[in-house]
């Protein structure tokens, strides 16, 4: 079996484009799976519409993005472990793609970010110049989107909880020292709306914060907001082409 696991804080507006384009993934498949949203103390629809959508809700009150997938992936009842974010549409050549991988015997694998819709231009510059590093250079997965085995997930001890941002870094590198670690060709499609709804200066000081303060500056959601304040464009993106269905 196939466990999608899917951490969710109000996400009403992203989250039926996520779900519909994981669900036509998982179908084309013709595997068994589960969708299991791990609703974070959603205060709007989020709940309801995971619900209505077919998929395992998993309530938790963390605040705390590592612990969040770690309680999905104790709830999951599959071999396989898929982590998408609320805001990201997958396709069915990122699970097709991704249980080829693990049959060729790579220990996990994620899949480069493209952003959906218009965002500034500063921005692209930036999301150029960090997927060259994180992804080309680098070789890493994006919390968005990574898979694994059950056996792999435990044996790394999941995502590592002292950290509230940058975990997938650190899993991705324990994922490496038990073998290869795949990038997927085709990108994703994730939310740009963090970088439409901050500024460059925002953005841009707390990437280099985070650069430079290491583990440190990842231990606590003090300096974290870009991440943990919640806040949310209102209009919903339409599923990815060829990725969802009803």
Not at 58 to 76: E, F, K, S, T
Request: hydrophobic share 45%; with cysteine; charged share 20%.
């Amino acid at each position: 079996m196939l466990s999608f696991i899917v951490p969710a804080y109000n996400e009403e507006h992203e989250l039926p484009g996520a779900l519909a384009s994981i669900r036509a993934a998982a179908e084309a498949t013709a595997e068994l799976f589960e969708i299991i949203v791990v609703d974070d103390g959603s205060t709007d629809a989020t709940v309801e519409i995971a619900r209505d959508a077919g998929a395992v809700v998993v309530p938790v009150h963390y605040r705390h993005i590592a612990a969040v997938r770690n309680a999905g992936a104790r709830a999951a009842r599959g071999d396989i472990f898929f982590f998408v974010d609320a805001d990201t549409c997958i396709l069915p050549a990122h699970v097709t793609g991704a249980l080829a991988a693990l049959a060729s015997g790579c220990a996990g694998g994620g899949a480069p970010v493209a952003t959906e819709g218009v965002i500034p231009i500063w921005s692209r510059v930036f999301v150029y110049i960090f997927c060259l590093c994180y992804f080309t250079a680098a070789n890493l997965g994006a919390g968005a989107f990574l898979f694994t085995t059950r056996e792999n997930f435990q044996r790394v001890g999941g995502f590592d909880e002292q950290f509230f941002a940058g975990e997938e870094v650190y899993f991705t590198m324990a994922l490496k020292k038990m073998g290869r670690f795949k990038l997927l060709r085709e990108p994703i499609i994730t939310s740009g709306r963090k970088l439409r709804m901050h500024s460059a200066r925002h953005i841009l000081g707390r990437s280099f914060a985070i650069a430079v303060g290491g583990k440190s500056a990842v231990r606590s959601r003090a300096k974290l907001d870009i991440w943990y304040d919640g806040k949310r464009e209102t209009k919903t993106r339409e599923p990815v082409s060829g990725g969802a269905s009803g």
